[in-house]
């Protein structure tokens, strides 16, 4: 049993950074690819971006591609989602999952997803 936590979501302005964590406890994720999706309003959950267990190979979705960084750390068992240039369209619920198996851009190859927390940008 994996269970991950998010934290660092709230309301920015459009622009703006916000930097998302996300702790992973009860097993160790090291071996594992994270990945970050998002949900927002009335949407379905899309991917954002997705880490190799290593860090050596990151993936993102178009819309994020320069504007958001993924990063792990897996001596704290923590995953990290740094967001700059926020924009409107950017909000939604964001949710980290592990462990990854497969293809990093699937809902499916993720056993265990958080709870989400809220980033919300204004214009």
């Known amino acids: 049993q994996v269970q991950l936590a998010e934290s660092g979501g709230g309301l920015v302005q459009a622009g703006g950074s916000v930097r998302l964590s996300c702790a992973a406890s009860g097993r160790t994720i090291s071996y594992y690819a994270v990945g970050w999706f998002r949900q927002g309003p009335g949407k379905e959950r899309e991917f954002v971006a997705a880490?190799?267990?290593?860090?050596?190979?990151?993936w993102y979705a178009d819309s994020v591609k320069g504007r958001f960084t993924i990063s792990r750390d897996n001596a704290k068992n923590m995953g990290y989602l740094q967001m700059n240039s926020l924009k409107p369209e950017d909000t939604a619920v964001y949710y980290c999952?592990?462990?990854?198996?497969?293809?990093?851009?699937?809902?499916?190859?993720?056993?265990?997803w958080g709870q989400g927390t809220q980033v919300t940008v204004s214009s």
């Open positions: 880490i190799s267990w290593n860090g050596d190979h990151t």
């Open positions: 999952a592990a462990p990854g198996s497969g293809s990093p851009y699937l809902v499916s190859s993720y056993g265990y």
